[in-house]
């Protein structure tokens, strides 16, 4: 059972020395990301909306 733990844990520690390696690249891409689910969201969002009104079925 600790060769499981310590497995786990030093390929854990490993995940860390790589994610700390990249620096700011992961916050950035997530960042990025984000931003660009959001633009297309809400360029669906407008385009619901538009229906609806066009269609009378908006609340």
Not at 16 to 29: E, I, N, R, Y
Not at 34 to 42: C, E, R, S
Request: cysteine-free; hydrophobic content about 55%.
């Amino acid at each position: 059972m600790q060769e499981i733990v310590f497995a786990i844990g030093h390929f854990l520690e490993w995940t860390f020395k790589v994610l700390s390696a990249m620096g700011w690249m992961p916050v950035t891409l997530i960042s990025i990301v984000l931003f660009l689910g959001m633009v297309y969201w809400l360029n669906l969002q407008g385009k619901y909306n538009r229906r609806a009104k066009s269609s009378g079925t908006m609340a």
